[in-house]
């Protein structure tokens, strides 16, 4: 290959839908470089222990030879509106934009690869810029399919959504749990036993 | 948000009729979530199809993947 590409991650749903799929380490099959924005990095593993978080983060230890976190102004300013409580969303976008107008000023002859999720790609605004290239997870994974690295799209895609479902599952009775916890702490606290369930 | 809304909100998303990103205006937190809604009603993840303003962007963005893959095998 002639120029230098680099795949920029722009959101943490390509990110999240490899982890869950245990595919992580896809992303690394083409042998270009992987850039985050430090925003969209800290959006997808902020919540320590939730589900993909730790994968991501484990993965991107494993090959910080070629897995770059991008630090940008927006990521600060994510930071700032955490500690203060305030909302993040789209701030990831955002941060892959800047990350992307540095990576372009800082060598005119290296071209990117943005990475979007799929729903996404399909409507935004035109991108015109002949040294930035699109693609999508799905679009990603079919790449990988034709050149036999990986079963199957749909298997990746399927393994996703089924491990996102027992993830969500867990969730729930977390919470679950919790409301349990939280009312008995409620009834001990007046001094009143617990209610035992009626047989 | 009604677990019907939801429903209805994932199925159409799966059938590639709304974005993630209104997903995320319509109270998804994360895509973690969508994940497992879409787990939950045996649905998996869109793929775009090859239309809209970027088709040519993405041509090149899959063309760049496989020249990618065949220098590195």
Do not use: C
Not at chain 1, 77 to 82: C, E, F, P, S, Y
Not at chain 2, 25 to 42: C, H, I, N, S, T
């Amino acid at each position: 290959m002639s120029q230098p590409f680099t795949l920029i991650v722009t959101d943490t749903s390509p990110l999240f839908t490899l982890a869950l799929a245990g595919s992580l380490d896809t992303l690394l099959r083409p042998g270009l470089p992987v850039r985050i924005p430090d925003a969209v990095y800290i959006e997808a593993t902020r919540v320590h222990g939730a589900p993909g978080a730790e994968q991501i983060v484990e993965w991107i230890n494993a090959h910080l030879d070629l897995v770059q976190i991008v630090p940008t102004d927006i990521g600060i300013d994510q930071q700032r509106r955490l500690e203060e409580g305030r909302g993040i969303r789209g701030l990831g976008e955002q941060a892959a934009i800047e990350a992307l107008e540095r990576f372009l000023r800082s060598d005119t002859t290296a071209e990117a690869l943005l990475l979007f999720e799929d729903s996404d790609i399909e409507r935004r605004q035109a991108v015109f810029d002949r040294r930035v290239s699109l693609i999508s997870t799905g679009d990603f994974l079919r790449e990988l399919e034709t050149a036999g690295l990986i079963q199957s799209t749909d298997y990746i895609l399927d393994q996703a959504a089924a491990q996102g479902r027992n993830v969500e599952r867990q969730r729930l009775a977390g919470e679950d749990s919790t409301t349990r916890e939280r009312l008995r702490e409620q009834l001990t606290r007046r001094g009143e036993p617990p209610i035992e369930p009626s047989r | 948000m009604t677990e019907t809304d939801k429903e209805k909100l994932i199925r159409q998303y799966a059938a590639g009729e709304i974005t993630w990103h209104s997903l995320r205006e319509r109270g998804f937190e994360d895509y973690v979530q969508v994940l497992g809604a879409l787990g939950e009603l045996g649905l998996r993840p869109p793929i775009a199809a090859m239309q809209g303003p970027n088709v040519e962007a993405r041509q090149r963005g899959r063309a760049v993947i496989r020249e990618a893959l065949r220098a590195n095998k």
